[in-house]
């Protein structure tokens, strides 16, 4: 299969879809790659590091599109890029459908068989293509928590580990899903004192059982989360109810029960947000302050690392890249149930119902189209 990698050109986004390791793959697989020029630049890979691993470098994004039968990469197609998508083009990218009318609609038009990497399903219901950028984005909650819990940066002044003779910060983590573990991962290596709260008994005591000695559990509740509140440095924001918006944990008033200085980091701003106060920031201005409580919302938090959310995406993204380069969208999606699901506009018809229903469109069962 021809396969193309166009550089992103969404505002910020320094990803790339294919590293050199995964050129390898698919050229070892029987398949020609093209890389357009300085695609992987944002991501640490020069363009002769695609050539060597077997790529061929294009100039343009025209050409890319133009010559792929596969184009691989990392976030939706923007409005400049619509027109150069081909019928029966396979796109093999995030989409975020439901919440983006005019890029479902453009898809529609173009005729352009659509994989979304966000509704590829195992048979447990988790979601492999979502997973790392949870992981990134857990891990770096805490990171950016611990700076902007330093005075300069407006926050306390307390060093989340502490040192011999002074006791290190309190984090309180909401949710104890793919984010919130690997923010109490973090914490807990840098020496915090961490509580872990989540309606999930069952996920708690998972966690009580995996967690070092400084992560304690805590039933999420409204009752639990103001006894906490006055007593902790760092909030971090992890809860996901999957489809819906995310519950409003923290409210306006409750900030006042909080001490100035504390940060709080919600992750789960790209749904809503669980703390009222909370609205989408950016890596240029990532911050603001209500309350004295300062907030830290953006909703792209791995663009900020895009060496290591490159290839932590790219690690779950290929194999089923190579599955589909190997036997072609329609067979790879008849063999594999994970894969189907990632199935949300084929040939100008919507085979996902949250689409459908989101825009009151036509739904086409799934398996008529392969
Ligand atoms: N900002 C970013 O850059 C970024 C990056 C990745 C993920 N996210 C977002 O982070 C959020 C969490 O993602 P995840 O992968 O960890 O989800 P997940 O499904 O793995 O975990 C969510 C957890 O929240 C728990 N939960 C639900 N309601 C709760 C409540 N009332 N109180 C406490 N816990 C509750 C669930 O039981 C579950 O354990 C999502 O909104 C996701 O979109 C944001």
Not at 27 to 32: F, I, L, M, S, Y
Not at 89 to 114: D, G, W
Not at 334 to 363: H, I, R, T, W
Request: glycine share 8%; proline share 6%; charged share 20%.
């Amino acid at each position: 299969m021809i396969i193309g990698v166009p550089k992103e050109i969404k505002n910020n986004e320094n990803r790339v879809g294919v590293t050199p390791a995964g050129v390898v793959e698919l050229v070892r697989n029987g398949h020609t790659v093209y890389v357009q020029a300085t695609a992987g630049e944002g991501s640490g890979f020069p363009d002769d590091m695609y050539a060597q691993a077997g790529a061929t470098i294009l100039p343009s994004i025209e050409e890319v599109y133009g010559i792929a039968e596969m184009i691989i990469k990392v976030k939706e197609p923007i409005e400049s890029e619509y027109n150069l998508i081909k019928e029966d083009q396979l796109l093999f990218t995030y989409f975020h459908f439901a919440s983006h009318e005019p890029l479902t609609n453009a898809m529609i038009e173009r005729k352009a068989v659509c994989l979304s990497y966000e509704t590829v399903e195992r048979a447990d219901r988790s979601l492999p293509l979502l997973v790392p950028m949870s992981e990134v984005a857990g891990r770096m909650s805490i990171q950016q928590g611990a700076k902007y819990l330093e005075k300069p940066l407006k926050g306390r002044g307390i060093l989340l580990g502490g040192v011999p003779g002074v006791r290190p910060a309190k984090v309180m983590i909401l949710g104890g899903g793919i984010v919130g573990t690997n923010a109490a991962k973090m914490a807990a290596g840098m020496g915090a004192d961490v509580t872990i709260l989540d309606t999930n008994l069952a996920r708690l005591r998972y966690l009580d059982d995996i967690m070092p000695a400084n992560v304690n559990t805590f039933m999420s509740n409204e009752y639990n989360i103001r006894e906490l509140l006055p007593t902790h440095d760092l909030i971090i924001g992890a809860v996901l109810i999957p489809g819906a918006k995310a519950p409003r944990l923290i409210t306006r008033e409750m900030l006042k029960e909080m001490r100035p200085g504390t940060v709080v980091v919600d992750v789960a701003v790209d749904q809503g947000g669980c703390i009222e106060t909370c609205k989408p920031t950016t890596h240029e201005n990532p911050t603001f302050i209500i309350d004295d409580v300062v907030h830290y919302c953006v909703a792209n938090m791995p663009g900020a690392v895009p060496y290591t959310s490159t290839l932590a995406l790219t690690n779950a993204t290929l194999p089923y890249a190579i599955q589909l380069a190997n036997k072609g969208w329609k067979k790879a999606c008849s063999d594999s149930e994970e894969l189907k699901k990632g199935l949300n506009v084929v040939q100008g018809k919507v085979v996902y119902k949250g689409v459908a229903e989101a825009f009151n469109l036509e739904y086409t069962e799934v398996n008529s189209v392969l």
